[in-house]
């Protein structure tokens, strides 16, 4: 790149980048609001029964809202990460009224991730990336439909995905 190109990037750069950086340290506090919120309403719910839900819902978004989550997940996925934690606030509103339908549910999206985690431990060095971003997907599907997930999803297209991924 020469010098009138180096500069033409530091143009394009310079004029976009307080726009981006504040637009993306607002879609990270909205996800951080989303996290905070559903972490109070986990702390409210105490009854045995919702206990393997409260869990998975705990370990899923310390999953999505880690140290690093914006550069992990990328500044183009924070509004998906949003959907997935209002996903998880709809999953919160049912969970009382059917707390065996959720565990259902569960199993389902707990048969996927198992075979996802054993597709890393079997392959590393595979860009798996776009599996675990389809089991946030299916989450939505199965927990909070009306949200609407951002590709079509089911157990089976992930399932063959992680075929074709294991060669």
């Known amino acids: 790149m020469g010098r009138e190109g180096w500069q033409a990037l530091q143009s394009f750069v310079r004029r976009r980048l307080v726009d981006t950086t504040f637009g993306t340290a607002a ?57 997935y934690l209002a996903a998880v606030d709809r999953r919160l509103d049912r969970l009382s009224r059917g707390p065996q339908r959720d565990q259902a549910l569960m199993h389902r999206v707990a048969t996927v991730q198992e075979a996802y985690h054993e597709l890393l431990r079997a392959r590393p060095e595979v860009d798996a990336s776009g599996v675990r971003w389809a089991i946030e997907e299916l989450r939505v599907s199965l927990f909070a439909q009306s949200l609407r997930t951002k590709e079509p999803v089911s157990e089976k297209r992930i399932l063959d995905e992680i075929r074709r991924l294991r060669g």
């Open 27 to 83: 879609a990270a506090a909205s996800v951080l609001a989303g996290a905070a919120r559903v972490d109070q309403r986990l702390a409210g719910l105490t009854a045995s029964i919702v206990q393997p839900a409260l869990t998975d819902i705990a370990v899923q978004v310390a999953g999505l809202v880690a140290p690093g989550f914006v550069v992990s997940a990328g500044v183009d996925r924070l509004a998906d990460l949003e959907r």
